[in-house]
T-cell receptor, first 112, second 111 residues
Framework: NAGVTQTPKFQVLKTGQSMTLQCAQD?????MSWYRQDPGMGLRLIHY???????DQGEVPNGYNVSRSTTEDFPLRLLSAAPSQTSVYFC???????????FGQGTRLTVV | KQEVTQIPAALSVPEGENLVLNCSFT??????LQWFRQDPGKGLTSLLL???SQREQTSGRLNASLDKSSGRSTLYIAASQPGDSATYLC??????????WGAGTKLIIKP
């Protein structure tokens, strides 16, 4: 039962570097999303997708890009990393917007 | 603005006690509400999902209730155990696809 798989689990970047956080789900879920979690705050939505080829911005999209070429994969790209992007990133999926959301184990990103 | 608040931010109780965690939300036009558990350095584990048309859901020692009119949900944990120690998060789903999250309640169960 793989569920939602995120890679890598940990990453350290230098300011200005770019990278892609990977997210894959094997439950044939249409809806996928990326959140960031910062200390003392609730999770905040970065980008989401309601199906292959369809993406939209969430609450905090600046500095991040996404694409959804397949139902299974929803990568998150950091274009030019900044220290403010130091956070824990979670990917989630669900059948629709009205069903249970399943989360990956998270990626802890540090930008120095 | 849609906001979710969880009080208290932290709670420490002796093993065996029954306890209640609270979640309040400002906009009652919800799709559903979900309770999660997060262990240190780990991901999020879904505990219970309550649809907007439901009043409560139960799973084992956990019971979650929903009162949309007052904008409140509670998570009841019966006969608490040290293994229940974790941060409990409440998330509310609205029609714009977003999950709006509370900051969580950190629960410590003392043996």
């Amino acid at each position: 039962n793989a569920g939602v798989t995120q890679t890598p689990k940990f990453q350290v970047l230098k300011t200005g570097q770019s990278m892609t956080l990977q997210c894959a789900q094997d439950m044939n879920h249409e809806y996928m999303s990326w959140y960031r979690q910062d200390p003392g705050m609730g999770l905040r939505l970065i980008h989401y997708s309601v199906g292959a080829g369809i993406t939209d911005q969430g609450e905090v999209p600046n500095g991040y890009n996404v694409s959804r070429s397949t139902t299974e994969d929803f990568p998150l790209r950091l274009l030019s990393a900044a220290p403010s992007q130091t956070s824990v990133y979670f990917c989630a999926s669900s059948t629709t917007e009205n069903t249970e959301a399943f989360f990956g184990q998270g990626t802890r990103l540090t930008v120095v | 603005k849609q906001e979710v608040t969880q009080i208290p931010a932290a709670l420490s109780v002796p093993e065996g006690e029954n306890l209640v965690l609270n979640c309040s939300f400002t906009d009652s036009a919800i799709y559903n509400l979900q309770w999660f558990r997060q262990d240190p350095g780990k991901g999020l584990t879904s505990l219970l999902l309550i649809q907007s048309s439901q009043r409560e859901q139960t799973s084992g020692r956990l019971n979650a209730s929903l009162d949309k009119s007052s904008g409140r949900s509670t998570l009841y944990i019966a006969a608490s155990q040290p293994g229940d120690s974790a941060t409990y998060l409440c998330a509310v789903r609205y029609s714009n696809y977003q999950l709006i999250w509370g900051a969580g309640t950190k629960l410590i169960i003392k043996p």
